[in-house]
């Protein structure tokens, strides 16, 4: 039973696929009497399986000594041929590995919570079949993409992706932000998108294949006989690393999270924890290639490490709670970019795994103060913690396993990446940088907790009504997981069992650089302090950082301004030089065409003399020549 649980968990991504498309039949005017709640119940049922699969699958891999024996040095492979022709193959390559098989079950289990979750939040929404049909389709493609060996499929699973992003963030497509949004996010992740299929093209003439592990041991070879990389090859990876820097919002490519944010909160839940995780994936598995080229390391680390800094600073100007929120999503994946780049690819794993469960748990508490203050506005709420303590506590929980504070799991990981950086070429300036980081995402998540739970009760939060336990229920048991994220890891082998796990060098200057952030912003917002509002005499500096540092006006009179004047050259050369030509020529023949029925008479002696004539003349010039 073990065994084929383990060699059938190719099914997974499958189950939350018949949902989606079963949604399809609540569509509007399609079945008009039960309403829409059915499809969300039926979704709820395909997860809740996946979930039970993935988990079984999981459990049996490590309670059978054979089958995880077997799965560790012989995972089970499955294969699809797609296109196999004038020798050409594409196909749908994938592996049951223990990894594949983690991620698919925190992925199944966070779907199972959030859509329990999304039943109360949307419980008066009638666009339920739209909604819980992209959610599973959403989780579909992450499962198939945790499962896949190709990196062609890879391209394609997240191109899924963008497209769901799209329909999911237009739930709402009456709204003119709404559209605005999914629009935006869209296009900025196209870019990415565009830029990793050329890397993707140009990857298969110079290594012969597409499948992770035939690329792991073609780098191998290439750095075990000592050749050089081939001519180009450093360009073709960065242009595979332009994917994941969309998908997982790093500078320049980090406006669309921001976009993002129109969409239903649960959807925010679920893109901030593992949807924007595919690309650091996808990244992760093309790191054997990425440790050939220093250059690219580099560019790895310049982007990751000003992507943690800049979005930390810029999450500590925000005024919406769902923005402020993303900015740090960005911040945390742009540190482990800066572990990918200096060749840590397990403390990368291990940011990887510590970060999706405190930030599903964080976004949930959130939501359940928004949907009930109708308001998403940090300035206007506050005072919540003698009405909402339950989801205050969850929040806290969740802050805390993203700091550097022990024993929770994002401390070992972050020791982890400060241990690697202070050992890397410039250890200066990246260890300072990971402590920076860690200490205005503390700073960050404690402002949020403050401005929500500390403080006086302002008018939208006086009568701060209690919410469906559909959706404190899900929250306190994501809660629950996240506070055992220490004991998962040490039962599943990450780290070694210790009275306080992932604790080691360099830990007192990276629990300092925590207590001093979440400190100081304790300091200026659990309680009401003038400072907390920077005067205008320095320059504006929040509202600055609140306005993303004036990043999308930047774009507008830069790139936006440039391909609007293309376009606008491109339609002014259309209309008057190619219809212009076109038009011109055409003129041109009809008033010969007219000019010339001018010398017909209608005789036919006429005719027959001009046809004699010309006879004459084509046969002169023959002889002629």
Known sequence: MTV???????????YPLVGALMSLLWSPGLISRTGPRPSGYINLLMVTIAFGHSLLALVGLHSNSAAGAAAL???PSFHWTWLDTAGLRIGFDGLVTEPALIAMTVITGLHVLVQIYSIGYLEMDWGWPRFFGSLSFFESGLCGLVLTDSVFFSYVLLELLTVGTYIIVGTWYNQSLVVKGARDAFLTKRIGDLVLLAGVIALLPVTGTWNFHGLQAWAAELTNNGQPLPAGFQLILLALIAGPMGKCAQIPLHLWLDEAMESPLPSTVLRNSVVVIGGAWVLLRLEPLIALSPLVQGVLVVVGGTTALVAALIALGQVDVKRAMSFLVSSWLGLLFVAVGL?????????????PLPMALMLMAVGTVVISNVTQDLTQ??????????????????????????????????????????????????????????ALLSASLMRVFGLIWGGRPSPFTVRSAEVLWLMVLPTLLLMGLVLHIPQLLV????????????????????????????????????????????PSGLGGIQHWLAEDMHTEAFYHRTVVALVVRLARFSAWSDSQLVDGFSSGTGEVALEGARRLSLTTSGRSQAYALSLVLGVLLMAAWLLAR
Do not use: C, K
């Open 4 to 14: 084929s649980l383990i060699e059938t968990a190719w099914l997974v991504p499958l």
């Open 73 to 75: 040095y012989a995972p």
């Open 343 to 355: 060749g840590g690819i397990t403390v990368a794993d291990h940011l990887l795994l510590v970060y």
């Open 381 to 438: 709420l506050g005072g919540l913690w003698s009405r909402r303590p339950l989801v205050g506590m969850a929040f806290l929980v969740g802050a805390a396993a993203l700091m550097g504070l022990p024993p929770f799991g994002g401390f070992a990981a972050l020791r982890e990446l400060l241990q690697l950086a202070a050992g890397s070429d410039l250890p200066l300036v990246l260890g300072g940088l990971v402590l920076i980081t860690n």
């Open 491 to 534: 039962q599943i082998g990450v780290y070694p069992l210790s009275p306080l796990p992932g604790w080691g060098p360099l830990g007192w200057p990276l629990l300092l650089s925590t207590l001093l952030g979440a400190g100081s912003s304790a300091w200026f917002y659990l309680r009401p302090h003038p400072l907390a509002e920077l």
